[in-house]
């Protein structure tokens, strides 16, 4: 063979090699891209279904205070006593009683209604990464008869 096949054969070889390293790293930068997109997407789904789950859980009937079948602008605390809500992913979800505050503590059935705050749900997964977002809401004491003021905190954990 002559010097000048060698040196085009050569050539053609570092050619393919340059375009093989730009296409590797090419799609390496396109997936890096792609994964942080759907990342962004899936922590964008979930903070939509944190605010939905927050405008919606005050006025569930579950919840919700009713007098003679009218539904009042407020929350039964003998209600969340028992409640528990499930399979809602990694979360942790509380009502806190701020004012009037009288008696500190985790709310059940023998402390009530001397406690001020309500675990409704409670799987953080271990997770680092905590997000919260609350609302204010009003809280009605049936055996007091009372209407006390608030807050609906919902972290979620990624």
């Known amino acids: 063979m002559n010097k000048k096949g060698i040196m085009q054969i050569n050539e053609t070889i570092i050619v393919l090699i340059v375009f093989s390293i730009i296409l590797i ?3 390496t930068i396109f997936y890096r891209y792609n994964i942080a997109s759907v990342e962004d997407l899936g922590n964008e789904f979930e903070r939509n279904r944190v605010l939905n789950l927050l405008s919606t859980l005050p006025n569930d009937p579950n919840v919700v205070y009713s007098n003679l079948g009218q539904e009042e602008n407020s929350i039964d605390t003998s209600k969340l006593v028992n409640l528990k809500l499930e ?3 990694f979360m942790e979800i ?3 009683e701020i004012y009037p505050l009288n008696s500190e503590g985790v709310c059940d059935a023998s402390n009530y ?3 001020n705050e309500f675990v409704l749900y ?3 997964g271990n997770k680092e990464n905590v997000n919260i977002l609350t609302t204010p809401i009003s809280l009605y004491y049936p055996g ?3 209407y006390k003021s608030g807050v609906l905190e919902i972290k979620w954990f990624n």
């Open 25 to 27: 790293l090419s799609i």
């Open 87 to 89: 399979k809602l992913g």
């Open 94 to 96: 509380r009502i806190r």
């Open 113 to 115: 209604p001397d406690c």
């Open 122 to 124: 409670d799987d953080n």
């Open 144 to 146: 007091l008869k009372e």
